[in-house]
C-alpha cells in the first residue's frame, strides 16, 4: 500500500554540520510531498512542500527535492543550528480526499 | 494568515468519561481530518471527512470514536468512554483541494 519511510532517528549533530534526512515515498498517482517539523512541546507545523516532480521546496535554510525517478524527497540543510533540534516527518497526500500520510517522524538534536 | 484553531490545548479527563474535543478549520476548506501522536511516537491517521460523511477511518477510529461538524464551521472528535491509552495528542487538519493540509496546534488528551 501507499507509504512513507524515512530514516530513523535519533540523529545527533554539531551545530554547522550538513544535514539529510532521507524520506521515500510510494503512491499511486502523483502525490504532493511535504516536510512538517514539531518543535518539542509544539504542533506540527508546515517546513515546505512539493507538488510536482523536480519541484524543490526550500525554508529556513532547509530544501528538498521532489525526485520522481527514485521517489525520494530528501531534507537537506547545509549548516544547522541548535533550534532546528525537532522532530521532522516526511509527509505524502494526494489530490482527493484521501488520508496524508506521515513518515514515522525523525528526531534531530544539534549540538552547541 | 489562517488557520485551523483547535480547543482545549489541554484536557485531562477521568477513565470512562466523554470527551469532546474541537476543531474550527479554516473557513473555505472541504476535506477535515483527525490525527493523533501518543507522546513520542508516529503521527497515526484516524479519520477524514467530507462532504458531511466519514470518507476514510483507521483501526483505532472504532465505535467509541465520532465525529460531527454539526454548524459548519466547528468539527468535533468525540470519545464515548475514554480509556488510558487514549491519551495523547490530537490534531485537526483541514484542506480545500490540492494536497496541502493546515493542521492545528493539537489538543493533548491526559486520561487518568
Known amino acids: 500500500g501507499d507509504s512513507v519511510t524515512q530514516m530513523e532517528g535519533p540523529v545527533t549533530l554539531s551545530e554547522e554540520a550538513f544535514l539529510t534526512i532521507n524520506c521515500t515515498y510510494t503512491a499511486t498517482g502523483y502525490p504532493s510531498l511535504f516536510w512538517y517539523v514539531q518543535y518539542p512541546g509544539e504542533g506540527l507545523q508546515l517546513l515546505l512542500k512539493?507538488?510536482?516532480?523536480?519541484d524543490k521546496g526550500s525554508n529556513k535554510g532547509f530544501e528538498a527535492t521532489y525526485r520522481k525517478e527514485t521517489t525520494s524527497f530528501h531534507l537537506e540543510k547545509g549548516s544547522v543550528q541548535v533550534s532546528d533540534s525537532a522532530v521532522y516527518f516526511c509527509?505524502?497526500?494526494?489530490?482527493?480526499?484521501?488520508?496524508?500520510?506521515f513518515g514515522k517522524g525523525t528526531r534531530l538534536h544539534i549540538l552547541p | 494568515e489562517p488557520e485551523v484553531t483547535q480547543t482545549p490545548s489541554h484536557q485531562v479527563t477521568q477513565m470512562g468519561q466523554e470527551v469532546i474535543l474541537r476543531c474550527v478549520p479554516i473557513?473555505?476548506?472541504?476535506?477535515f481530518y483527525w490525527y493523533r501522536q501518543i507522546l513520542g511516537q508516529k503521527v497515526e491517521f484516524l479519520v477524514s471527512?467530507?462532504?458531511?460523511?466519514?470518507?476514510?477511518k483507521s483501526e483505532i477510529f472504532d465505535d467509541q470514536f465520532s465525529v460531527e461538524r454539526p454548524d459548519g464551521s466547528n468539527f468535533t472528535l468525540k470519545i464515548r468512554s475514554t480509556k488510558l491509552e487514549d491519551s495523547a495528542m490530537y490534531f485537526c487538519?483541514?484542506?480545500?483541494?490540492?494536497?496541502?493540509?493546515?493542521f492545528g496546534q493539537g489538543t493533548r488528551l491526559t486520561v487518568v
Open positions: 509527509v505524502r497526500s494526494l489530490n482527493r480526499d484521501d488520508k496524508i500520510i
Open positions: 512539493a507538488t510536482k516532480a523536480d
Open positions: 471527512f467530507y462532504n458531511n460523511e466519514i470518507s476514510e
Open positions: 487538519a483541514s484542506r480545500y483541494t490540492g494536497g496541502l493540509a493546515f
Open positions: 473557513s473555505n476548506h472541504l476535506y
